[in-house]
């Protein structure tokens, strides 16, 4: 009997033990995370694209004349300004036309001078009814093709006269000298090429975005654009056009911008440039970690506190447009709220929270901004 009372009462205490053991696996302990705030400001909707430049004035001067190329004035990569001179092509075969022109010119000249004399004489003879009227009239056609001849001989003679001035290569632009071509003692004939020159203080940026963006794209838009070339320096503008087309191939709209250049950029080079699309006042944002993928859709977990303990609160949010690691909320929260960050990803509705205190960042470099991938961003201001 006495043993039997000992089992019993044995098996008592471990049905306890038990109950006891299911209790506290039932209350887990509370998710260590890390809270921020959703604040408030000023942010701005922008796209993004990896675009490249080009030089819009690139002239490619030639000889005007033909003849040998006797002194070079300029190099590769020397600056010059518009009227400067280059090169200089051997006058003499240009010069001699020339005078041969003005000579031909100045003889026609004194036979129409002639023939003006002997019509007003021919004219007198008519009036006193020495001469026919048909007389007459050839000395007036005979006039008035010496003096047609002559204007013909006085152009050619302005023409050569301007070649003669053209031996002289002169700059279009203020620029650089991107490829010298001749060298002295080059024969050249009208139209071959002997410098090619560039304007780097107008450049123009080409920016592909999907066809899709065509919409929300149109000129007089704000851009701000970086380049590898200039760290740390922000060149602003605006969409100046838009290509009618979609380019064959990659399926974009290419999207123009004029920038004034510093000197810092080069033609051929990339820039990052961001489109402002629109502005926003006073947008509510969160980190993106924040938000989280749950059956009720994207949600938020608020930190409030309930029975003398932290619990996390799911709020449903429809959110905006993001960038930079923070993401637009447009319906859910007022602003102001305390929500989980770190471990965001692991909490459920109502469980219990433990905040940790955020390690402090380590200074880092600032990145570059990355090609667009095609969405909406924002940025903060």
Known sequence: MRNALLACLALALLSACGQKAEQKKAVPPPSLITVTQATKGDFEVVLETLGSLEVLADPKVGAEVAGRVTQVLARSGKAVKAGDLLAVI???????????DEAEARRVEALAKQQEKLA????????????????????????????????????????????????????????????QIVSPGDYVKVGDPLFNLVAPKKLRAHLPFAESFGPRLQQ?????????????????????????????????????????????????GTVNAAVIVSAKAEALTVPEQSVVLRPAGKVVYVIAEADGQKKAQQKPVKVGAKRGGRIEILEGLAGGET?????????????????????????ALTPNPSPATGEGSVVSR
């Open 90 to 100: 051997d006058a003499g075969d240009v010069a001699l036309q020339n005078r041969a």
């Open 120 to 179: 007003e004489r021919q004219q007198m003879l008519m009036d006193k009814g020495f001469l026919s009227k048909n007389a007459g009239e050839d000395v007036a056609a005979q006039r008035a093709a010496l003096s047609a001849q002559f204007d013909a001989a006085r152009a050619r003679a302005d023409n050569s006269r301007r070649s003669v001035g053209k031996t002289r290569v002169i700059s279009p632009i203020d620029g650089v000298v991107e490829v």
């Open 220 to 268: 007089g838009q704000e851009v701000r654009l970086v380049s590898p070339l200039a760290p740390g320096k922000v060149f602003a503008s605006r969409i100046k056009d838009i290509r009618p087309g979609v380019v064959e191939g990659s399926r974009t709209l290419d999207v123009l911008v004029d920038v004034d250049n510093d000197g810092s950029l080069r033609g051929g």
């Open 339 to 363: 929500i989980a960050l770190d471990g965001a990803g692991f909490l459920t509705n109502g469980a219990a929270v433990a905040i940790k205190e955020a390690a402090k960042p380590a200074a």
